[in-house]
Each structure stands twice: as C-alpha cells, then as structure tokens.
C-alpha cells in the first residue's frame, strides 16, 4: 500500500497512525499538496491528500480512507461495535476533519508554519488571534465534556482518538499547546493520544519532513527509518491549488 502526502498533514497522520494500528505494512510518498504534479492532480481531484493506492485502487479523502482500511482488512477494527458507539465515533472523527480542521489547520498551523515555510509569506496573525481568543475556546470546552478522563474513548485507540489527537500535533506545530488548568481533560486526553508509540514513531518522520527542504527530504527520511516509495508524485516547484483560505 502506498499513501501520497506529508507526515506532518493532520489528516496524513490520522491515516498513517490507522495503518500502524491495523499493523498493515505500507511505503509513503511524502509530498506536500501544493508540490503535487500533474498525476498527483489526476489521482487527488482537489489536489489533497492522503492519497492511498492499494494495488489498482486509488482512494482521496482519510475517513473514506481509513473506512477502506476497515472494510478491505477488518483485523484490529479502528471503530468499535454496536451501532450507536459506532455512530459516536464517527461523528467525533467528522468533527475533527472539519471543526478541529478549520481551527487548528487553516487558522494556526496553515498561517504559522505553511505559509512562512512554502509561500514566503507572513501569517494572518489578526487570524491566529481570533482563532486563539474566540473560536478555539469553543471548540475545547465541546470536548472537554465529550472526552474520557482516563484511556481512550472506546477502551484502546481508536479511529475517533487518532482523528482528534493528530490535529492537536499540528497545534503544537504552530506554537499552541492546550491550557491543562482550564480544559485538564482534554490537555490530558491529547498528551495520552499522542504519547501512544504509534504517534511517537511518526513523530520522528514528522521532525525530519519540517527541518528540510524538497531537495533533502527524501533521503533524510530514509536516514531516519521512513519506508518510501520508489517513486513520487511531486515537483519540485509548489502551485496554489484549491486550499481553502
Ligand atoms: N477531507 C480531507 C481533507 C484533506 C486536506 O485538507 N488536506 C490538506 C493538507 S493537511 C491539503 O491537502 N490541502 C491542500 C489544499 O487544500 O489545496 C481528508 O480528510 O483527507
């Protein structure tokens, strides 16, 4: 199995750390979106990624992912059984893709560390501050009531833990750590996901894919244990795509 994108991609990790659990055996083109070619478009229509290639299926998008992964290889399942915790864990994962996504992706991660990084150019810090002072607060005292105080949310780690805790990587990315004295049990909740060897071992990945350049990063991340493709769907020239602003 092969999966097109970044280790340090919220939605990249959630499916990264998936597979680990599943313990499926996979390589990683590691290209970040805007540095996609011309085939990369044709295999990610909106030019996202994770893209996983399964011998002749090609799949976007990491729930429909991580789904797939459920379907074609049901050992150690991501969700849990009965239809209503099912339906709890689905929904946790939607609302990280989407509500987490828009806060800690495209309103710190994307403005502190992509656009200095790829564009050049500075972050909307009038963005971040709003972000910080009214958005996010929200969205944490949400699920400060809907996570467990010890272990996971449906005994081991599972799809809706991995989808929550991954964008919570990519906050502490950009400078942002959640404040344990007002929201302990989400700020405990996110330090036991990520502490999980499975984030650990990405965790390494991730640290090489941020210090170095397109040119470098290849073999960097072999020096560092990554198991790459052979070959790549990036350039070595970023384009803007479809991203949301
Ligand atoms: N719903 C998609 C979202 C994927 C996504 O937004 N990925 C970002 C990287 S973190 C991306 O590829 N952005 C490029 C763009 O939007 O142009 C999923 O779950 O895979």
């Given at each position: 199995m092969q999966i097109i994108g970044s280790f340090v991609s919220p939605y990249v990790r959630k499916v990264l750390a998936c597979l680990e659990l599943k313990q499926l055996t996979y390589e990683v083109d590691p290209i970040t979106p805007f540095f996609g070619n011309d085939e990369f478009s044709r295999l990610s229509p909106l030019r996202r990624i994770p893209v996983l290639i399964d011998g002749d299926v090609t799949i976007s998008d990491s729930s429909v992912i991580c789904a797939y992964l459920d379907d074609a290889?049901?050992?150690?399942?991501l969700l849990p059984q009965g239809a209503a915790p099912r339906a709890r864990a689905r929904w946790l994962e939607e609302y990280a893709d989407t509500r987490l996504g828009d806060l800690l992706?495209?309103?710190l991660f994307y403005q502190r560390v992509v656009r200095p990084l790829v564009w050049k150019e500075p972050a909307d810090e009038q963005r971040v501050q709003q972000t910080l002072s009214e958005k996010l607060p929200r969205a944490l005292d949400y699920l400060e009531g809907e996570?467990?105080?010890?272990?996971?949310l449906c005994g081991n780690l599972g799809l809706a833990d991995v989808a929550i805790a991954s964008f919570f990587r990519n906050a502490a990315y950009a400078g942002v750590e959640v404040d344990a004295a007002r929201w302990p049990v989400t700020a405990g909740f996110i330090g036991r996901a990520l502490d999980h060897p499975v984030f650990r071992k990405l965790a390494k990945y991730e640290a090489v894919q941020l210090r170095t350049d397109v040119a470098g990063r290849r073999q960097a991340l072999l020096d560092a244990g990554a198991k790459l493709?052979?070959?790549?769907?990036?350039?070595r020239e970023p384009r803007r795509g479809m991203m949301r602003l």
């Open positions: 290889y049901p050992q150690r399942p992706v495209w309103g996570l467990p105080a010890s272990g996971f493709t052979a070959q790549t769907y990036g350039q």
